[in-house]
């Protein structure tokens, strides 16, 4: 037997995958040691979509992650845009 989801919880698991991807980028960006490079605690929007972040060990980038078509920056702990160009 075939199980078909329903929009409902298409639409559901689809923000728990969002919301997983953000508590990535949180992880890699909340970090006591950056205070001394604050950079290091934004989030790259890209032009094409892709957002990246790194603490300068790791590297997360991830393809799609919006459909705004300008760059910014947005802070991983607060989640506020910071720059927008």
Known sequence: MVKTMTEKQIAAKELAKEKAIYNLFKKITKNKQLDSRPILKLINL???G???ATD???LLQVTEF???KEYGLLDGATGEVIEVT
Request: proline share 0%.
């Open 46 to 48: 890209r032009e094409d």
């Open 56 to 58: 300068s060990h790791r």
């Open 50 to 52: 892709v957002a990246v």
């Open 66 to 68: 919006h459909d705004k």
